[in-house]
């Protein structure tokens, strides 16, 4: 399979900040067709990443390339094999939404007839074909998004970037963009580069990088992620946690972890399910809570950074294992 | 090569501009406001005693105000769009950074063409005779104002990322370039620490210019054209040609 982007040893140093590096030695490479996802927290470098395979910014040392072409040396090659939808919204508020696309397919010098079945087809795509007239201005925000999207995607690019392409959408967008995206990755091909702190979204993907501090600390497919945890997770409260950890020690022998504030145990066995029925029978102590988790990114996450992707989290774990997770990140 | 990338940034900048009933407003306003105001005033407690009076002598350098204030507000347009990130969108394009400069400044030097050249009307009822062929050259000389003060304003606009930024810009450059730029009274009549900025503003040249083009001259009147016009159209062809190199450079930088 040829590889849709090559990176090798990429580092990006900025001038301002104290010469700190905001993306530290990264080296990946994406087959094409695939879905990549990077997952980070905020500042991980994720952005500058985009930004450097973008041509938007020259990296410090190592080298990029995107669909065969050098970001440094052949820019103009790169940009016209990409497509991207930022982070911030990029649209013209004071032009019509066939205006904004209009514009686009003047710049990627598409031909005029072309242009205009392509600039109707997305529109119906996005679901937008009733407000083609209408100042972007008017449009709510997953409107917004989902123009942004029929834009990026309008010149048919080899390779889509998508920087954290759902921030600040609702649940329903949120899934409704994914649905517009996949459906155009099933119909056309294209290779997805994506960054985002979903979890959920990132599951999505063929294959995950996880990246903190500007190196990446994991890369593979989501499930091999999860499964590198081993197993789920347990989390405990009992009538007296003491003894609790010292007869799950002494009996199973298994590693507890006290964990702080309200107190409680966590651990981690292969089976959740059939380790719960064993450890109520054989426990001398009562057992006020268990809560069994799987394991998700967000755990893979926690666990090789020793932090959370983000401090106000949506997710779907409950509630209780949310906090243990807080508590768990304090450490 | 890249003319439909240039011509899509021009009409853009040209529908944005007519779709902002404010700004339009402003453009028809300004110079009336100023001429028939501030001049309408003036020209009564001025007294000369030969050639143009003050309501004549001020109309060259209100065009060149409003050339002045079209293109620079035509590049804030580069700041405004850095800020609604619309910018990005172009800079990712599979167009060289140059197009985005070129259309930028076709678009800021039609627009105030247009709106310079527009202010001719007036001349008439001012009791201004304009021979057709001195409108060909106004012409020209308004082109290069427009172009020479459009470049410069991008070469500004490249490295500012926010309007307040702007705004700073606007008080401090733009409005002394317009008083000190013999727009209102003769360069000749400014202390002599004033004028060295009179010789580094390319609008003094530009009004100059359309000085020698509007009104008459000759020895001992005052409100007339204070330098050669062939230096004046000179200054200006190579403070656009800076101009536009140093913004296009601007615009090629990457982080």
Redesign the interface.
Known sequence: MPLAIEVKDLVKKYKNANGKEAVRGVSFSIEEGESFGFLGPNGAGKTTTIDILCTLLDQTSGTARVNGFDTLEDPHGVRSSIGLVFQEMTLDNELTAYENLKFHSYLYNMERRLSETRIDEMLEVVGLTERKGDFVKTFSGGMKRRLEIARGLLHRPKVLFLDEPTLGLDPQTRRSVWGFIDELRRRHGNTVFMTTHYMDEAESCDRIAIIDEGRIIALDTPNVLKRSLRGDTIYLNTTDDDRAAVELKEIFSLDVKRLEGDGGLALIVESGEKFIPRLLNDLSVDVLSVNLKRPTLDDVFLHMTGKEIRDARVSNSTENARSVNRRFSRR | M?Y??I??IVS?EF??FF??RGRLLTTLARPLLWLFIVGGGLTKIIDVDAGANYLQFLLPGVMGMTILFSSVFSTISVVWDRE?????????????RVTIVIGKLMAGTMLSVFQGMALLVVAPFLGITIELVDIFYIFVVVVLISFAITAFGLFIAARLDSLEGFNVIMNFIVLPMFFLSGALYPIDTLPQILKYVTYVNPLSYGVDALKHLMLAGGEGITLAAEMPIYFDVIFLSVFAVVMTTLSARAFER??
């Open positions: 890249f439909k990338a011509y899509v853009r529908k944005r779709r902002q609604f990130g619309f910018l990005r969108e172009m800079l990712v394009a599979p167009v060289p990457r982080g």
